[in-house]
């Protein structure tokens, strides 16, 4: 596993060399001027107040959520399982354009704050919900035995075997808020995202952006070094699924009434409102004259770019995770950090450096739709990367020792024991990478080959525009498309919710 997670490193890797390599030929006195100022100052606080906002409200939303659902006794827990995974199916630009589209007043911090969060609260709600599907619950049981309260129990006994997911999903948040661009746009809410595809679509100011990405790199590296910190050295894996017995349920009792009224609000917010403005947008663009074939075209390149991003970046995180999990160490940490730096970085930057790379190194693939998946692999490597690791940290190690003492291979071992172990997590990295995929704008502009369009390159063209009917059919595809995906990620949670 070990030479081809260090392919898959170096790949992820390439836009942290260009922005360096950048800088470097820029010279000190230029990278002085260029950040030693009052802009990058204002910039650094947008984006750092955003972040640990968002972060936190995501972690609050997505483990109470959680938790309630998988362990309390909450009316309707299938039906609220689904809407609270299903504000993935909506772009968080798409989200955006809902919120702006109708109250334009929407933008700012606070704004911003709200609609992100309302985007992204799910990448804690999915880890955190499956983890509390893995748990046994006799280590809950326990420690209501004891004396122990609810709230007691969770934050000492269940919180805990939390961690991994719970900072793994967080860590998600924060790097997709680093390279969030659309949403962070139309809410005209500058953050280094946004001033970088400024620098360059104004001026094509390449050492100014490029000296902003250098500082968003840094602010990846702490998320990551923060992550590593606190997630501990701890192993979580167990064998077999405990007692074959159902789950205690907390009882709600006078609190089920405030709970449902929560869960419905924050269902509306993050439902409703798009999705309402997406239909009457398209009720009012009736008379809009936009391209039938257009559309289908477009959806069909989205289709096929999504599904094939979905295998490479999934097949490219099983090394990477497997390594991480199975021989913990300075390089394989390495190796498995490395792969989040793209994520962190706008996508504008990450297709100028395969732009670059490929016009000196590999011309052949340069405007190919080759270039354009291994960009796609970069920016969303950590999704696939993140849910292989959380199934592989749950999968025993002392079931590969099993089957190779009865005399199957590693690779015999990797397929026949340790694949349908985490076909859930390979499963749901792939989902959320075709979602992503589905919904990427900057990157596909710049390398799609020439006459490629998909709908979000559609969608982005109308809107920017304010021409919001005509950008409504490309969403509303872009919505149901996604749609699938999004069951996917609920499937699991459904069958254990059942009942």
């Known amino acids: 596993m070990l030479i081809p997670a260090v392919l898959v490193a170096l790949l992820a890797v390439i836009p942290l060399g260009f922005v360096f390599d950048a800088a470097l030929s820029s010279g000190w006195a230029e990278a002085r001027r260029l950040l030693i100022r009052p802009r990058t100052g204002e910039l650094l606080w947008n984006t750092t107040r955003l972040t640990a906002g968002c972060v936190v409200l995501c972690a609050i939303l997505g483990t109470g959520a959680a938790w309630l659902v998988e362990r ?8 609220w399982n689904v809407l609270m995974v299903a504000p993935l199916a909506i772009p968080a630009f798409v989200n955006s354009y809902g919120w702006v589209s ?16 309302l985007s992204y609260f799910p990448f804690v709600y999915l880890p955190v919900a499956a983890s509390l599907r893995g748990l046994d619950p006799a280590l809950e049981e326990t420690a209501y035995a004891l004396g122990h309260g609810t709230w007691r129990t969770f934050r ?7 961690r991994p997911a719970l900072l793994g999903g967080c860590l998600l948040v924060a790097l997709h808020l680093l390279a969030e661009f659309g949403a962070l746009q ?16 104004s001026s094509y100011n390449g050492p100014a952006a490029n000296m902003l990405a250098g500082v968003l790199i840094l602010c990846c590296l702490l998320l990551l070094l923060a992550e590593l ?16 017995r159902l789950v205690t349920r907390v009882k709600l009792r006078l609190l089920t009434v405030p709970i449902l009224v929560a869960f419905s609000l924050l269902a509306l917010l993050a439902l409703a409102v798009p999705l309402g403005s997406l239909g009457y947008w398209l009720v009012q663009g009736r008379s809009i004259d936009f391209s039938a074939p257009d559309l289908l075209s477009a959806a069909a390149t989205s289709i096929g770019l999504g599904a094939a991003a979905a295998v490479v970046t999934v097949v490219l995180a099983i090394p990477v995770a497997w390594l991480c999990v199975r021989h913990r160490g300075r390089l394989s940490t390495v190796l498995e950090r ?10 504008i930057v ?14 052949a693939i340069y405007q190919t739709t080759t270039l354009l998946i291994a960009a796609y692999a970069i920016l969303f490597l950590p999704r696939a990367v993140v849910n ?4 592989l940290a749950q999968a025993p190690p002392v079931l590969d020792d099993v089957s190779h003492s009865l005399g199957l291979s590693r690779f015999g071992t990797l397929r026949r024991v340790t694949l349908p172990l985490i076909a859930p997590g390979l499963g749901a990295g792939a989902a959320l990478v075709f979602i992503a995929v589905m919904t990427e704008l900057t990157a596909t502009l710049l390398l799609s080959p020439i006459g490629t369009q998909t709908l979000a390159t559609h969608f982005w063209s109308n809107s920017d525009s304010i021409a919001y009917a005509t950008a409504a059919p490309y969403a509303a595809v872009m919505v149901l498309i996604s749609a699938p995906a999004t069951y996917l990620l609920t499937r699991q949670a459904r069958r254990a919710t059942r009942g």
Do not use: E, W
């Not at 953050?191 to 620098?199: L, W």
């Not at 292989?388 to 199934?391: D, F, G, I, K, Q």
């Open 72 to 79: 309390s006794t909450v009316p309707g827990r299938r039906i």
């Open 102 to 117: 109708l109250i334009p007043s929407a933008s700012g911090y606070t704004g911003a704050l709200i609609i992100v969060t």
């Open 156 to 162: 000492r006994v269940v919180l805990p075997q939390l």
């Open 186 to 201: 139309m809410l005209r809410f500058p953050t280094f995202t946004t001033a970088i595809y400024d620098q360059y679509q």
């Open 229 to 244: 910190k606190l997630r501990g050295r701890g192993r979580y894996a167990r064998i077999g699924a405990g007692s074959a």
């Open 338 to 347: 490395s792969t989040y730096f793209g994520n962190a970085l706008p996508g």
């Open 350 to 363: 990450v297709a100028l450096a395969l732009v670059t790379v490929g016009i000196r190194l590999v011309p």
């Open 388 to 391: 292989v690791r959380a199934a």
